[in-house]
């Protein structure tokens, strides 16, 4: 077996260079054109010596992800369905924005937290992604852009760990991930534009603080322990007094000055104004619990197994009204894509059962692409 150089963050690139007895320059060459010119053939490495292209082709390769289907929203979302083996595949979304391009990536093939609002969770967890298969997704989603609008310049400026699976659960696999989007000679991005979103694994957001700072999400949900614990069963392990504690040890060593809170809205269940004076006396940052935050208000994404309902419009605005009005940063996630269904964890459902992806392939092939503005 030879080895899948989109598995390597810098320093593993050099060694493995060092390995082949090449010099670490030798490593920052291939890792540009892996990911800024995003190479798969040694044959276009123009500035390798051809000896070492003739020994690379002998042990190692760069090798994405099959694309099983690609939906292209009327809004100009993206979403792309990858095949990673043994039945099981995982989503990639793109958003473009006037003024940035955000790709939201998975972590896992399903997920073991089971939110019961989440249909990834519904799913069960299957496995954890390789480096490869994480930093495969921005690679393909980068160049595969890059060349349809024909400039050659950046699309993807920020990345959001907010697809399936829950990233600081697949811990040793995400941090090289996060350091190649951060590299310089990889996707260049900054910490304050990679954001990690997580369900509360609190020994691991210890571990990110000291390992690779970026933005941090956290996914709440719920103003009190007994409602979180229904909702986001980690919480039983993890409450929201250590929570809470666990995120501000973080912002010692955040890139930016606050945790994004993200709260997604269930009808009667988590949606009432007593709920929004409980998260406001629950993050206070005036008092020693508190945290330093902005909340984002997620309309739910409803679907069938979950028995839960979105919250309606007015709902939404009037809870987002009582955070503002107590000096909370408060905004509401514009739903995008939601003709090709664009929500965590929604069209992977469909794949596991391997005749819809046939039925997948047939559609695509009717699917016509509109350019991305
Ligand atoms: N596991 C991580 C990251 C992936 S989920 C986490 O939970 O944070 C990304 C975000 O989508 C989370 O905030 C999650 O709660 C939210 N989400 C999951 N299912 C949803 C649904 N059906 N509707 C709206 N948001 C959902
Ligand atoms: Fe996993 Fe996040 Fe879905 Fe919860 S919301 S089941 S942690 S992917």
Redesign the pocket.
Known sequence: MTTNLLDFDLDGMAAFCERLGEKRFRATQLFRWVHQRGASSFDQMSDLAKSLREKLKGCAHVTGLPVISEHVSADGTIKWLFDVGGGNAVETVFIPEDDRGTL?I???AG?A?G?R?????HQGFSRNLTTGEIIAQLWYAEHALRQRQGHGERVISNV??????????NYSALVPALRIMLDDHGYGLSRRRVT?????VVPMMDRLAQDCPVAL???L?ASNDALRDSL?PLNRKYPLEELLAACRRYLDHAPRDFITF????LDGVNDQPEHAAQLIALVDPKTAHGVSCKF?L??????PA?G?R?SSVARVSAFAKILSDAGIVTTV?KTRGDDIDA????LAGDVKDRTKVSERMAKLRTIELKPIT
Not at 117 to 121: A, H, I, L, P
Not at 298 to 303: A, E, G, Q, S
């Open positions: 939201c998975s972590s896992q997920c937290v939110c609002f989440c249909s990834t969770g959001v760990m907010m697809g399936m699976g829950e990233p600081l659960q990690v979103s997580t369900s509360g999400a956290v996914s949900h986001v993200e709260y997604c809205m984002n997620i309309p739910f994404n409803p679907f979950s839960l979105r996630r929500a965590c964890g929604q």
